[in-house]
């Protein structure tokens, strides 16, 4: 069987992974600003509108209120929306109907509904939008009960969980890092390519130290790693994915082998998913580790517009390098 | 009676043939209401209520313009809605009770009521919350052809949140199959209407999203019945949703703790006279004097039925504990 490939960027799979979805289940639809006619505001989602045509793929008001409840109301009495908020620092604009709404509508009906719909927002730092448009969101989720979050990283992981998240009965909150929309990757053509939600990608391997980290920093991570490996250190690095449901597994089975733990955030680290894993480990699992664990992560203030701010803001691959050190050392 | 609703009262004109069946159905919600003040003086409920005695006429009458198939949402001041549109008295009840045979088996409680089978998609402890909820119905019912119509309940104050903004103007423009009845009961919670709001009369708001705005006496079940009829048969034709204002009023406070002291002793004396039930039965009457016998009948049987509807509920166990780990997630 020849697996033929196609070599696209993270913002082009975004259209063939809803492109997928929408074919193989005729009860997907999707609907957002500027999504269908414009091909959306970064240019992710062309064609989609020219495939599916105007009844399934929908423009609508600058109204997060109603894209986000129309979503679930239209989950809840038969089809599997896909709603775009164009940056997720917007969901702020629509936080009620995400978190008291959408997160608790199958629980307070007794499990009478389920809510299979997907929002996709534009996440994260890097690119110069400022303060209400660089936030990585994905932390202010993490402590509502009901939602699903996934934060793919790479080409193959953006549209292999894109199926997954259509394909899921919950809802899901789909970030899409904006500082990574020209990374270059392959997917498969013509086959399923699902990721399963809850299940790390293992980057790389190596037995001094485990650094757990998403999106934008896995990259860094990766580079950190490489320098390391030039000073003989060899690291484990592991991408989550979805940070709800995680996959502790994946990390507690790499402590075993290296017993440093470095988690790398793009947040502030109060009330983060990092911090989140950090507090697992070492509560439930200190006799894996023979250094402290570090979290590695953004300053503690808003996201900064000038370059070289922004810059300092974000985590390094320097700061990766020197945590890792400073762990081994211990 | 004010001279400016959209209709004459037909109730003044006599009683229609199902007089007795509408009678029936209100004092259900009214006798249902009086028994939750009951059971909370005896510390049976937990938390708050929020009763719609005096209301009940607007929910009864809409639900008599639908049929199996159609969807409702409401507010927390849900239970007659609920009633109306099919829910059995003892599953509500069980749910204020927190028992495991209420309609979420005493996951949700007095806010929180859903019963799918009977095309009710739940009350909402947030004001204005479900609007879009609503419109999301009647995106399904639009897309999958199903020809339902999508209803949603809510408050004049619920007027003056941004999720009306966004639901009526979406629902519009997407020409969904949608109708708002808003309750204008002269409250927002403690506040007057003229207090919060600049206009009188809140059905001139749909002129803003391009749909029928009709003003209506809300304490006229038979004229809710046909202005909802009239509201349906547009939502059926693709013609697109209607406001419905309802006039009326909310013989008790906001809620629990609230008895309503702020309001005129002679505002409510007004209303009292126009009491829904005591409006009907007087049409009853003028049709034929001698039905003050079937009159008793029915409130006799209609009492016995709550009162059994009560003790059902209450012979209900509590829930297992180990059940609010359940529909969290599908």
Same mark, same amino acid.
């Given at each position: 069987?020849?697996?033929?490939?196609?070599?696209?960027?993270?913002?082009?799979?975004?259209?063939?992974?809803?492109?997928?979805?929408?074919?193989?289940?005729?009860?997907?639809?999707?609907?957002?600003?500027?999504?269908?006619?414009?091909?959306?505001?970064?240019?992710?989602?062309?064609?989609?509108?020219?495939?599916?045509?105007?009844?399934?793929?929908?423009?609508?008001?600058?109204?997060?209120?109603?894209?986000?409840?129309?979503?679930?109301?239209?989950?809840?009495?038969?089809?599997?929306?896909?709603?775009?908020?164009?940056?997720?620092?917007?969901?702020?604009?629509?936080?009620?109907?995400?978190?008291?709404?959408?997160?608790?509508?199958?629980?307070?009906?007794?499990?009478?509904?389920?809510?299979?719909?997907?929002?996709?927002?534009?996440?994260?730092?890097?690119?110069?939008?400022?303060?209400?448009?660089?936030?990585?969101?994905?932390?202010?989720?993490?402590?509502?009960?009901?939602?699903?979050?996934?934060?793919?990283?790479?080409?193959?992981?953006?549209?292999?969980?894109?199926?997954?998240?259509?394909?899921?009965?919950?809802?899901?909150?789909?970030?899409?890092?904006?500082?990574?929309?020209?990374?270059?990757?392959?997917?498969?053509?013509?086959?399923?390519?699902?990721?399963?939600?809850?299940?790390?990608?293992?980057?790389?391997?190596?037995?001094?130290?485990?650094?757990?980290?998403?999106?934008?920093?896995?990259?860094?991570?990766?580079?950190?790693?490489?320098?390391?490996?030039?000073?003989?250190?060899?690291?484990?690095?592991?991408?989550?994915?979805?940070?709800?449901?995680?996959?502790?597994?994946?990390?507690?089975?790499?402590?075993?082998?290296?017993?440093?733990?470095?988690?790398?955030?793009?947040?502030?680290?109060?009330?983060?998913?990092?911090?989140?894993?950090?507090?697992?480990?070492?509560?439930?699992?200190?006799?894996?580790?023979?250094?402290?664990?570090?979290?590695?992560?953004?300053?503690?203030?808003?996201?900064?517009?000038?370059?070289?701010?922004?810059?300092?803001?974000?985590?390094?691959?320097?700061?990766?390098?020197?945590?890792?050190?400073?762990?081994?050392?211990? | 009676?004010?001279? +400016?609703?959209?209709?004459?009262?037909?109730?003044?004109?006599?009683?229609?043939?199902?007089?007795?069946?509408?009678?029936?159905?209100?004092?259900?919600?009214?006798?249902?209401?009086?028994?939750?003040?009951?059971?909370?003086?005896?510390?049976?409920?937990?938390?708050?209520?929020?009763?719609?005695?005096?209301?009940?006429?607007?929910?009864?009458?809409?639900?008599?313009?639908?049929?199996?198939? +159609?969807?409702?949402?409401?507010?927390?001041?849900?239970?007659?809605?609920?009633?109306?549109?099919?829910?059995?008295?003892?599953?509500?009840?069980?749910?204020?009770?927190?028992?495991?045979?209420?309609?979420?088996?005493?996951?949700?409680?007095?806010?929180?009521?859903?019963?799918?089978?009977?095309?009710?998609?739940?009350?909402?402890?947030?004001?204005?919350?479900?609007?879009?909820?609503?419109?999301?119905?009647?995106?399904?019912?639009?897309?999958?052809?199903?020809?339902?119509?999508?209803?949603?309940?809510?408050?004049?104050?619920?007027?003056?949140?941004?999720?009306?903004?966004?639901?009526?103007?979406?629902?519009?423009?997407?020409?969904?199959?949608?109708?708002?009845?808003?309750?204008?009961?002269?409250?927002?919670?403690?506040?007057?209407?003229?207090?919060?709001?600049?206009?009188?009369?809140?059905?001139?708001?749909?002129?803003?999203?391009?749909?029928?705005?009709?003003?209506? +006496?809300?304490?006229?079940?038979?004229?809710?019945?046909?202005?909802?009829?009239?509201?349906?048969?547009?939502?059926?034709?693709?013609?697109?949703?209607?406001?419905?204002?309802?006039?009326?009023?909310?013989?008790?406070?906001?809620?629990?703790?609230?008895?309503?002291?702020?309001?005129?002793?002679?505002?409510?004396?007004?209303?009292?006279?126009?009491?829904?039930?005591?409006?009907?039965?007087?049409?009853?009457?003028?049709?034929?004097?001698?039905?003050?016998?079937?009159?008793?009948?029915?409130?006799?049987?209609?009492?016995?039925?709550?009162?059994?509807?009560?003790?059902?509920?209450?012979?209900?166990?509590?829930?297992?504990?180990?059940?609010?780990?359940?529909?969290?997630?599908?």
């Amino acid at each position: 069987m020849s697996k033929t490939v196609a070599t696209l960027n993270y913002r082009q799979v975004i259209s063939k992974a809803i492109a997928a979805a929408m074919r193989e289940d005729s009860r997907v639809i999707f609907f957002g600003e500027d999504v269908a006619a414009a091909g959306g505001a970064f240019k992710s989602t062309p064609g989609l509108l020219e495939e599916f045509g105007p009844k399934r793929v929908r423009d609508t008001p600058i109204s997060e209120q109603a894209i986000v409840g129309t979503a679930l109301g239209s989950a809840i009495t038969g089809l599997r929306p896909i709603a775009e908020i164009m940056f997720a620092d917007f969901a702020g604009v629509c936080f009620d109907q995400i978190v008291n709404q959408v997160a608790k509508y199958r629980y307070l009906s007794a499990g009478q509904v389920t809510v299979p719909l997907v929002i996709r927002m534009s996440n994260g730092a890097g690119s110069g939008f400022g303060a209400q448009h660089s936030q990585p969101a994905e932390n202010w989720f993490l402590n509502v009960p009901g939602l699903k979050i996934v934060t793919p990283g790479t080409v193959e992981d953006l549209y292999g969980l894109m199926l997954s998240a259509v394909r899921d009965d919950n809802p899901v909150l789909f970030f899409e890092h904006k500082n990574l929309f020209s990374l270059k990757g392959s997917i498969p053509i013509g086959e399923a390519a699902e990721i399963p939600l809850g299940k790390a990608a293992i980057v790389r391997t190596g037995k001094d130290a485990t650094i757990v980290a998403n999106q934008q920093m896995r990259h860094y991570a990766a580079e950190a790693a490489v320098i390391l490996a030039s000073k003989g250190i060899e690291v484990t690095v592991i991408d989550p994915r979805t940070l709800v449901p995680f996959d502790d597994e994946a990390v507690l089975k790499s402590l075993q082998e290296t017993s440093r733990l470095v988690v790398v955030q793009e947040a502030p680290p109060s009330g983060s998913w990092g911090a989140s894993l950090i507090s697992r480990v070492v509560t439930e699992n200190m006799e894996l580790l023979d250094a402290p664990p570090a979290l590695v992560a953004a300053e503690e203030t808003p996201v900064p517009y000038a370059a070289a701010m922004e810059e300092e803001w974000l985590p390094s691959v320097d700061d990766i390098v020197t945590t890792v050190e400073k762990l081994i050392n211990y | 009676m004010n001279d +400016d609703y959209c209709k004459m009262l037909s109730l003044t004109e006599g009683a229609p043939a199902d007089a007795e069946e509408l009678l029936a159905s209100m004092l259900s919600i009214r006798l249902f209401e009086d028994e939750v003040v009951s059971l909370f003086a005896k510390n049976l409920v937990r938390g708050s209520t929020h009763l719609c005695q005096g209301q009940e006429a607007i929910t009864v009458g809409i639900a008599g313009a639908l049929v199996p198939g +159609d969807t409702m949402t409401c507010t927390y001041r849900g239970h007659g809605a609920t009633l109306a549109h099919g829910s059995a008295p003892a599953r509500a009840f069980a749910e204020i009770l927190g028992r495991s045979g209420g309609l979420s088996h005493g996951r949700g409680g007095s806010m929180h009521f859903t019963d799918m089978a009977n095309g009710i998609l739940g009350s909402n402890g947030i004001v204005g919350a479900h609007l879009p909820i609503t419109v999301g119905a009647a995106l399904s019912a639009s897309h999958l052809g199903t020809g339902a119509v999508s209803v949603a309940y809510f408050g004049d104050g619920a007027s003056n949140i941004g999720a009306f903004h966004e639901s009526l103007n979406l629902a519009s423009v997407w020409k969904l199959p949608a109708i708002f009845v808003l309750e204008n009961n002269q409250y927002g919670e403690y506040s007057a209407q003229a207090v919060t709001t600049p206009i009188r009369r809140l059905a001139d708001r749909a002129a803003a999203y391009g749909m029928p705005g009709v003003f209506v +006496d809300g304490n006229d079940v038979v004229t809710m019945r046909e202005i909802g009829r009239e509201a349906v048969a547009r939502a059926r034709a693709g013609e697109g949703p209607t406001l419905i204002e309802a006039d009326t009023y909310r013989h008790s406070g906001h809620s629990r703790s609230d008895p309503g002291a702020y309001r005129p002793k002679e505002e409510v004396a007004l209303w009292l006279g126009r009491d829904p039930i005591t409006r009907l039965e007087q049409a009853i009457l003028r049709n034929n004097p001698e039905a003050s016998v079937n009159i008793e009948a029915i409130r006799q049987r209609v009492q016995k039925e709550i009162n059994e509807a009560r003790d059902l509920a209450l012979s209900w166990p509590e829930p297992p504990v180990e059940q609010r780990f359940e529909d969290i997630y599908a």
